[in-house]
């Protein structure tokens, strides 16, 4: 039952970002009411898995969702459909990743793509979710609910242990820009000459803010664990420390985003 409190308020607003993620998703598309049809090139088309295994993720995350609002218990039902949308969502997140794996896209086509996929999903699944923990919680007191000292117990030790694995998982998201910085100059390609340009020339502030505001903002976070870790706070307390960790982390991936895009130059037709 503790978990099930803690969870509800994450696990609604996961569910909520999807919806709004597959509405936003549809706004590119030309035919929108036939997307579905993306399905049919399943054995052969990263787009058509991306699809199918998006439509696995959204229903086991939503009837998991009803599960934890409206039905006590089953617990082993909902052990089972979180790991289910768990899979669903690596799967959706690696088919997506190979669909950008193109030789015309030389600075897209490596290893590299699929590891920053993951790492940036780990990182902001990281910070995101002590912040949504702590909204649960503090959202809680307004209402006048009590929380058990066991609900409390689970939010800070997710606090604790989300933001050092944070702090972990933002070396490897530097070292890939690192690596990838090094790779370009490696590639004599007339195409990833220009691609380093763009990103160490004309975008180079954005690069350096963006790994700026993801070294400050795992930094907000980790003060957080220390203030837990010398209990001179009480967790919910710290809810400014661990937001103000997760929006410059987000602002910085946002931009990674962007760069991501910006400073591929496509060969060939």
């Not at 696995?56 to 289910?84: A, D, H, Q, S």
């Not at 763009?198 to 502030?205: N, R, S, V």
Request: contains cysteine.
């Amino acid at each position: 039952m503790e978990i099930d409190e803690s969870c509800r308020i994450p696990l609604a607003i996961i569910f909520f970002t999807i919806i709004i993620a597959i509405f936003g998703a549809h706004l590119h598309l030309s035919k929108p009411l036939i997307s579905l049809l993306a399905v049919s090139n399943f054995r052969t088309s990263w787009l058509s898995r991306e699809t199918v295994f998006t439509i696995f993720f959204f229903l086991e995350t939503g009837t998991l969702f009803v599960l934890m609002w409206f039905t006590p218990g089953y617990i082993r039902v909902k052990n089972v459909l979180g790991w289910l949308a768990i899979a669903s969502g690596l799967a959706t997140l690696f088919c997506m990743a190979q669909i950008y794996l193109l030789p015309t896209q030389i600075l897209w086509n490596s290893g590299n793509t699929i590891a920053y996929y993951f790492s940036t999903t780990l990182l902001l699944g990281m910070t995101s979710l002590p912040a949504m923990l702590q909204l649960d919680l503090n959202y809680s007191e307004v209402q006048g609910k009590h929380r058990t000292k066991m609900d409390v117990e689970i939010v800070r030790k997710a606090v604790v242990w989300l933001s050092i694995a944070a702090a972990l998982v933002s070396v490897l998201v530097i070292s890939q820009g690192i690596h990838q910085v090094i790779t370009l100059k490696k590639i004599n390609h007339q195409s990833t000459q220009i691609s380093l340009e763009l990103l160490t020339g004309l975008y180079q502030p954005l690069l350096v803010m963006r790994f700026g505001l993801l070294i400050v903002g795992v930094s907000w976070l980790l003060m957080s664990v220390r203030r837990i870790m010398k209990k001179d706070r009480d967790v919910k307390d710290l809810i400014g420390l661990v937001y103000m960790g997760f929006l410059l982390v987000l602002i910085g991936e946002i931009l990674g985003r962007f760069l991501f895009f910006a400073t591929h130059v496509r060969i060939g037709v």
